[in-house]
């Protein structure tokens, strides 16, 4: 599976932004999806993972209530729409694709357990 993630920008704190995050190959919807994020000199930090159908969704506390992921599979596309921005949501987000299925939240937010990743796209948001 290759990963192409975009949509990344300048916004203000409180503005919003859409991510998107298109897949290659036939596959996709036997994965589940992540986002990551890195700020400079800090290390990865977990936002979101969807599962295989998009019926079930997970998030990091920092983002709760103001990120929402969501995808299409006939597409090949899974998007975050990211609201009510503030300074430290700034970073280069990442999507990332699984095998794992849904069920330990844990293992999902872990990078370690993503197969395939994406380039990045860079959010900065100003204060």
């Known amino acids: 599976v290759q990963l192409q993630a975009s949509g990344g920008g300048l916004v203000q704190a409180g503005g919003s932004l859409r991510l998107s995050c298109a897949a290659s190959?036939?596959?996709?919807?036997?994965?589940?999806m992540g986002w990551f994020r890195r700020a400079p000199e800090k290390e990865r930090e977990f936002v979101c993972a969807?599962?295989?159908?998009?019926?079930?969704?997970y998030y990091a506390d920092s983002v709760k209530g103001r990120f929402t992921a969501s995808r299409d599979n006939d597409k090949n596309t899974v998007d975050l729409q990211l609201n009510s921005l503030k300074p430290e949501d700034a970073a280069t987000y990442y999507c990332?694709?699984?095998?794992?299925?849904?069920?330990?939240?844990?293992?999902?937010?872990?990078?370690?357990?993503?197969?395939?990743w994406g380039q990045g796209t860079q959010v900065t948001v100003s204060s």
């Open positions: 990332a694709a699984t095998r794992l299925g849904w069920g330990i939240e844990n293992l999902l937010a872990s990078g370690d357990n993503y197969d395939y």
């Open positions: 190959g036939p596959t996709f919807s036997k994965y589940s």
């Open positions: 969807i599962s295989r159908t998009g019926e079930n969704t």
